[in-house]
């Protein structure tokens, strides 16, 4: 089907998906770039591709096609692609994605979509078993956060909008222990010992953790810094701590 007029349903649905109100209604977001959607794996429900010309030829169970000019005025980025798929968010089940050992992030309210992008990309790359994002954090499904993923949405358990105060009692009736980053800690986190299962808490780029999280914590850390720096940016520090933890639960499996 060729679409030329911005006033089509297809098209409306997609400029409407730009609102984080209308993603939660509809359970979709939106996916744009070669790449990334030649990358979303079969078990991701895609609802449909637009295109141009340029990519008539794709693959797809239902495939739109539209002009340069109405794909350049609906995309989230400069110079479009001129591909984008919508699919169907995944509702992950808390108890499900605690089952496996290993390593868990959590986000409090972290609201840079290019960290919270960074931290996703991150831990997926080194092998975690889910993100928690509490509520007032960054939405993942926002064009932003899914373009700094670089597919990796795609391929790391997510559960959003969690009240961690709550989640923080379901960890510890697992046993999982909860780490939280505070400048004020005495441990260092090379100083400290991590085995089985995990869970960090990543706090706000400018108020970092809430203090009632901080209060129930198993116990807070801090990455010691040998330069005039008193601080890191948060996907950084979080970067930082992945590589960290997951190398010393990978050398004690």
């Given at each position: 089907?060729?679409?030329?007029?911005?006033?089509?349903?297809?098209?409306?649905?997609?400029?409407?998906?730009?609102?984080?109100?209308?993603?939660?209604?509809?359970?979709?977001?939106?996916?744009?770039?070669?790449?990334?959607?030649?990358?979303?794996?079969?078990?991701?429900?895609?609802?449909?591709?637009?295109?141009?010309?340029?990519?008539?030829?794709?693959?797809?169970?239902?495939?739109?096609?539209?002009?340069?000019k109405?794909?350049?005025?609906?995309?989230?980025?400069?110079?479009?692609?001129?591909?984008?798929?919508?699919?169907?968010?995944?509702?992950?089940?808390?108890?499900?994605?605690?089952?496996?050992?290993?390593?868990?992030?959590?986000?409090?309210?972290?609201?840079?979509?290019?960290?919270?992008?960074?931290?996703?990309?991150?831990?997926?790359?080194?092998?975690?078993?889910g993100?928690?994002?509490?509520?007032?954090?960054?939405?993942v499904?926002?064009?932003?956060?899914?373009?700094?993923?670089?597919?990796?949405?795609?391929?790391?358990?997510?559960?959003?909008?969690?009240?961690?105060?709550?989640?923080?009692?379901?960890?510890?009736?697992?046993?999982?222990?909860?780490?939280?980053?505070?400048?004020?800690?005495?441990?260092?986190?090379?100083?400290?010992?991590?085995s089985?299962?995990?869970?960090?808490?990543?706090?706000?780029?400018?108020?970092?953790?809430?203090?009632?999280?901080?209060?129930?914590?198993?116990?807070?850390?801090?990455?010691?810094?040998?330069?005039?720096?008193?601080?890191?940016?948060a996907?950084?520090?979080c970067?930082?701590?992945i590589?960290?933890?997951?190398?010393?639960?990978?050398?004690?499996?």
């Open positions: 089907m060729f679409i030329e007029s911005v006033h089509n349903a297809v098209i409306k649905l997609i400029v409407s998906l730009k609102e984080k109100k209308n993603r939660d209604e509809r359970a979709l977001f939106v996916v744009e770039g070669f790449k990334q959607v030649t990358e979303i794996p079969e078990d991701w429900n895609v609802k449909f591709i637009l295109t141009t010309k340029k990519y008539q030829d794709f693959k797809a169970e239902e495939v739109y096609i539209t002009t340069d109405i794909f350049k005025k609906i995309s989230g980025t400069k110079t479009p692609q001129e591909i984008l798929a919508v699919v169907e968010k995944k509702n992950n089940a808390m108890e499900k994605v605690l089952s496996d050992k290993g390593l868990f992030i959590i986000t409090d309210t972290l609201q840079d979509p290019g960290n919270m992008g960074t931290i996703i990309r991150t831990a997926e790359a080194f092998g975690a078993k993100i928690f994002v509490s509520k007032n954090s960054a939405d499904y926002s064009d932003k956060v899914v373009r700094a993923t670089m597919g990796a949405i795609f391929n790391i358990p997510i559960i959003c909008e969690c009240d961690v105060m709550s989640l923080i009692q379901i960890l510890k009736q697992k046993q999982i222990k909860t780490y939280a980053f505070s400048l004020d800690a005495k441990t260092g986190l090379t100083d400290t010992e991590f089985n299962s995990v869970a960090i808490i990543i706090g706000n780029e400018s108020k970092g953790i809430s203090k009632n999280i901080l209060d129930v914590v198993d116990s807070k850390v801090k990455i010691d810094m040998t330069g005039k720096s008193q601080s890191l940016n996907s950084v520090a970067s930082i701590a590589y960290e933890i997951s190398k010393q639960l990978n050398r004690n499996k």
